[in-house]
């Protein structure tokens, strides 16, 4: 993952590698202020620096682009949850789950403006799934519910409880987070985001989560 001009060991990135990266920069502010449906090659191009045809040896079309803003300029969601089944039995559950959180509510949240058009095109749509081949948006909360599966083999995690539905419960939790965060765009009343401090939201969502609802009596 590249960001800012710098490969991952922070050394300066050059030729066709900076016109890459500063095409993934440049898309990934248009999408965000223009839309995906208006941010056209050429406009990416042009905020790029460069030629129509220099992004064209880079990327086939610009749902090509779109794939890679996702994968490489958002928060790496997908990877961190499917590394989390080789974790189990290490550290504590609960603190593996915050980590998810603390990754997937901004994953989400710089998510939305792109696919708010992506998902009002199913022309766009169609094309984007084809590109995903099999690394889907599922794969989330199934790698989520393999890691508590194996934790539920360890002891770990209740029996009786069912592994999918919890992974289900806390990414939908962290998308509806995110999708607040950008509706209200700092403008949020008081009692819409709570916990407003994102490590509070993590830690109390997943203690719900753990600890369940249901009082002891019942």
């Known amino acids: 993952m590249t960001n800012e001009g710098n490969r991952e060991d922070g050394r300066p990135l050059t030729g066709g590698a900076l016109t890459r990266a500063r095409v993934l920069d440049a898309a990934a502010r248009l999408i965000g202020t223009v839309g995906l449906v208006r941010a056209t090659t050429k406009q990416i191009a042009r905020e790029a620096g460069c030629s129509e045809a220099a992004l064209y040896k880079h990327f086939r079309d610009k ?120 509706f209200y765009a700092g403008e949020a009343p008081a009692e819409a985001l709570v916990p407003a401090d994102p490590e509070e939201f993590a830690a109390a969502t997943v203690r719900a989560l753990v600890g369940g609802i249901e009082a002891p009596e019942a």
Do not use: N, T
């Open 63 to 182: 749902e090509d682009i779109f794939v890679r803003v996702l994968r490489e300029r958002a928060p790496r969601l997908a990877a961190a949850v499917a590394e989390l089944p080789d974790r189990a039995g290490q550290g504590s559950v609960p603190e593996h789950l915050e980590a998810v959180v603390l990754i997937a509510v901004p994953f989400y949240r710089q998510s939305f403006p792109m696919a708010g058009g992506l998902l009002a095109s199913p022309e766009l749509l169609a094309a984007h799934r084809r590109k995903l081949d099999d690394a889907g948006p599922h794969h989330v909360s199934s790698h989520l519910a393999e890691y508590l599966r194996a934790e539920q083999r360890l002891g770990r995690v209740a029996a009786d409880v069912d592994p999918h539905a919890a992974a289900m419960l806390l990414i939908g939790a962290c998308f509806h987070r995110a999708f607040l965060e950008v």
